[in-house]
């Protein structure tokens, strides 16, 4: 092993250290080759990268979305400065719509001027089955027309708030057939590939069809950024007339991705502009601050390339990878420059290669291992089944084993052709603070391990008070369009986010429709709408004047619960239609009747989206107030179930809950469940890989105690906080240990090179904290810094992420340099060196 190691550092010096020119020809074409992909880059913020993969609950969402109708409309508020229903307000409110429908990709816009009215005036329904009357229309009392869309329990907090101020247009987008076949096609394919079913024509097909889907995507959310830009420009043409927001998924997936792009360029850049500052700062000399930022671009530009090569997407949850590998890459650097600078002090006549291979020598084995278990902490992510989270780990995986490979290749290449220069005083500032916290420890021992105590206690606490929640109006600025528009329709006009409860008629009825349809042939009970003398109201569960009570029963729950906003279903239409019999109950001849000869433009606003075909099918839509701040998501979703089976008496397979809620919500339990579970296969490994490197068992369990506390403290207190984990935050503690774990190593590494000088711990203690101290210092001070720049991010869980992050390498930092030393004098884990060795 040991003339191993001692061929590949022969090798090695003389590749890079003696051919420094020919080392930096190589990667100069290296890393262009490679690079020269990064012109493939894409960003992705769609849904579907939000959402489970290969789930049954999303299959089951996807069809009741293609039966239903999808949530998939954007949605424009209209706050008049004027009386909404005035002339002049109407006016404008009708010059828009128009404005809009010139956009080639928008179906329809639908406003409060083109929805049926029945009652202003009442009208029968021989009229209405003649003539549908809108605001527009002859004959329309203004009047009455504002009290019934304010009071109707379809339109009111829909498209009209309550008070009858503001309103909303609803724009639907054309049905994309491209996408979804295409779509579908690579999805039955996939699951071909998980049943292990795929033939070798099938994988091209695969390859071939995610190909034309990726392609036609990438082209139809260009298409939709340019439609939601035309509809901005026609919005603001009617802003003197409104106030007007425009919100809806297609435009919070194309803000998100201007948000991607922008912390991509803003925090890269600014992350490298605070290191470059930090580094002069701190080593005073310019080739301590080039050879750093060469070794982050052509690494940053390498990972690039090598994501545009592989077809991988930076989503939200990536989207801090290149500030993070800039970080991780500067870091690696910095332990370089501070051992470099060590030995030259401490042998200022050494020639500059003497120099760098001592270095090389002396940190490449713990920086190997510092990466290793970096890379196993992000590879934690992989088993998540959240395709972003999963790509994001393994976008870490390979970004850490390029910043490695530039680090020890093009550093030292560049470092060994820099003169030789005189050594500068070490004895700074950080040397001063370093010493002073060996003295500590030193002489407080007790107060250090009390401390310790605490914090750990605190945080256990803070950790069962953990929640997972996913409020997207507060995953955004209050000064962004996206939370203004989102909080007024949240407030003024239902809620938000979609939560759908699908109710099926129960199996015993379909037993006894295939009994009754065995014994007479004639009866056709599954036309639509013509099903014998009682039509649909004859042949179907739920559209009788019998299980409409039920109906409004369940509505009338749904609606009666504090989280929940606009509540849509087939009671809404038959409230709506009560008036057409004059108030009235509507017994079965009459809801045949009125379904057999109401217009189909009625039906598929009234009845189509609530009912299937058949009428065996409920669907209630719901809208969830995101900005309940006592919304409690997976709780209401386990209340709703749990009131439809014990207190309505439905068997559980009829009910299936539904919708972006259901589908979020599930995402982040389930990446709560995996990360807090991998968390101890991930201690368990890195603590196999301190036995190894230091070859001590009680040594690397020593080690690892201070960064179990770190990532505890760091959820602790983010429990205690009450801040709620969402899709970035709970990668938190992943990241924690990945990169706290780095300083562990160091510093037990020099520390058994110390020890041995004299076999004195707090000697041995003293000379670590002064040196392999002071990079640890700076390393942290740098992830530190480079993370708080997240701050200025628009996405919240963005600041979060960076502001929590710095914070665990601050408590990683100071109990790397308190609690570690002090547990190696106290358990003595060294030994004696032997008398005749």
């Known amino acids: 092993m040991q003339k191993n190691m001692q061929k590949f550092t022969e090798i090695y010096e003389s590749l890079i250290l003696d051919r420094p020119w020919l080392t930096l020809a190589l990667l100069f074409i290296l890393t262009a080759s490679i690079g020269y992909y990064s012109k493939d880059f894409k960003l992705d913020a769609s849904g579907d990268t939000l959402v489970l993969e290969n789930d049954s609950a999303l299959r089951y969402y996807r069809s009741i979305s293609a039966r239903y109708g999808s949530e998939d409309y954007l949605v424009i508020t209209y706050s008049p400065k004027k009386d909404l229903f005035s002339k002049t307000i109407l006016a404008d409110l009708a010059k828009l719509r128009d404005q809009l429908k010139t956009i080639k990709r928008i179906h329809s816009v639908t406003t409060i001027l083109d929805v049926p009215l029945i009652n202003s005036p009442p009208i029968t329904l021989s009229e209405l089955s003649k003539n549908i009357r809108t605001l527009e229309s002859p004959g329309t009392i203004p009047g009455m027309a504002r009290k019934e869309l304010t009071t109707s329990p379809f339109y009111s907090n829909l498209i009209i708030s309550p008070d009858g101020r503001i309103t909303a247009l609803q724009i639907k987008l054309h049905r994309e057939e491209v996408w979804h076949r295409l779509f579908n096609k690579r999805n039955s394919l996939r699951e071909l590939r998980m049943g292990n079913t795929l033939t070798s024509e099938q994988k091209k097909e695969l390859a071939r069809v995610t190909k034309k889907f990726d392609e036609y995507s990438d082209s139809l959310l260009k298409q939709e950024r340019i439609d939601i830009q035309k509809i901005r420009s026609i919005m603001e043409r009617h802003r003197d007339k409104a106030q007007l927001f425009l919100g809806g998924l297609p435009m919070i997936i194309a803000d998100s ?246 109710i099926d008629a129960p199996a015993s009825f379909f037993r006894e429709m295939e009994e009754e349809k065995n014994a007479s042939a004639e009866e056709e009970l599954y036309g639509y709408p013509e099903q014998g003398e009682s039509g649909i109201a004859g042949s179907s569960f739920w559209f009788n004047s019998y299980m409409l009570e039920d109906v409004d029963k369940i509505h009338n729950y749904l609606d009666s619960l504090p989280e929940t906003g606009k509540v849509l279903s087939i009671s809404t239409a038959m409230h709506m239609l009560q008036s057409l019999k004059d108030g009235k109950n509507l017994d079965d001849f009459f809801l045949s009747v009125l379904f057999k000869h109401l217009p189909d433009e009625v039906k598929q606003s009234l009845f189509s989206p609530y009912m299937s075909e058949d009428g065996n099918q409920l669907r209630f839509s719901v809208r969830v107030i995101d900005s309940d701040q006592e919304l409690k998501r997976a709780e209401l979703l386990e209340k709703i179930r749990n009131h439809l089976i014990e207190n309505m008496g439905f068997q559980p397979e009829q009910i299936h809950l539904t919708g972006m809620l259901v589908l979020y919500n599930d995402v982040l339990q389930s990446l709560f469940s995996s990360q807090i579970k991998t968390l101890g296969v991930v201690f368990l490994a890195i603590l196999t890989m301190f036995i190894v490197l230091f070859r001590s068992f009680k040594m690397a369990v020593l080690a690892i105690l201070p960064n179990i506390l770190a990532a505890t403290t760091i959820l602790g207190i983010i429990g205690l906080a009450g801040i709620p984990l969402d899709i970035m935050t709970i990668t938190i503690a992943a990241i924690t240990i990945g990169i706290a774990v780095d300083d562990t190593i160091h510093y037990v590494h020099r520390f058994q090179e110390e020890y041995w000088q004299d076999e004195n711990y707090w000697y041995a203690i003293m000379r670590c904290h002064i040196s392999i101290g002071r990079a640890m210092y700076y390393t942290s001070m740098i992830i530190t810094v480079g993370f708080s720049i997240l701050a200025l991010s628009n996405f919240i869980p963005t600041i979060y992420f960076g502001l929590l992050t710095g914070a665990a390498m601050i408590t990683a930092l100071i109990l790397n340099l308190t609690l570690l030393p002090l547990l190696i004098v106290l358990v003595r884990p060294m030994g004696k060196r032997l008398k005749n060795s």
């Open 257 to 502: 991705m201007d948000y991607i792009r922008s912390d991509l360029k803003l925090f890269g850049l600014a992350v490298l502009l605070l290191l470059i500052s930090f580094l002069y700062v701190a080593f005073r000399k310019p080739h301590w601050v080039y050879l750093p930022v060469l070794t982050c671009g052509a690494a940053g530009l390498s990972m690039l390339g090598i994501l545009g090569l592989l077809g991988w997407r930076v989503t939200v949850v990536s989207s801090n990878f290149i500030s993070l590998l800039l970080i991780i890459t500067m870091s690696l650097t910095v332990h370089l420059i501070v051992r470099y600078r060590e030995l030259h002090a401490a042998k200022p006549d050494s020639d500059q290669r003497t120099l760098v291979s001592e270095t090389i020598r002396s940190k490449f084995l713990p920086s190997f291992y510092t990466a290793i278990t970096t890379m196993v902490a992000f590879a934690s992510l992989i088993f998540s089944d959240i395709r972003p989270v999963i790509d994001f780990g393994w976008m870490m995986v390979i970004g850490i084993s390029v910043a490695f490979f530039f680090t020890f290749t093009l550093f030292p290449a560049g470092l060994v052709l820099i003169k030789v220069s005189q050594p500068r005083k070490l004895y700074d500032i950080t040397g001063t603070v370093t010493r002073y916290i060996a003295n500590l420890i030193e002489h407080w021992k007790l107060c250090v391990l009390l401390g310790a105590l605490i914090l750990a206690i605190v945080s256990l606490v803070g950790i069962s008070k953990l929640t997972v929640e996913n409020s997207f109006i507060n995953y955004f600025r209050s000064s962004t369009e996206i939370h203004q528009g989102m909080k007024l329709i949240d407030q003024k006009l239902g809620g938000t986010t979609p939560l759908d409860i699908i």
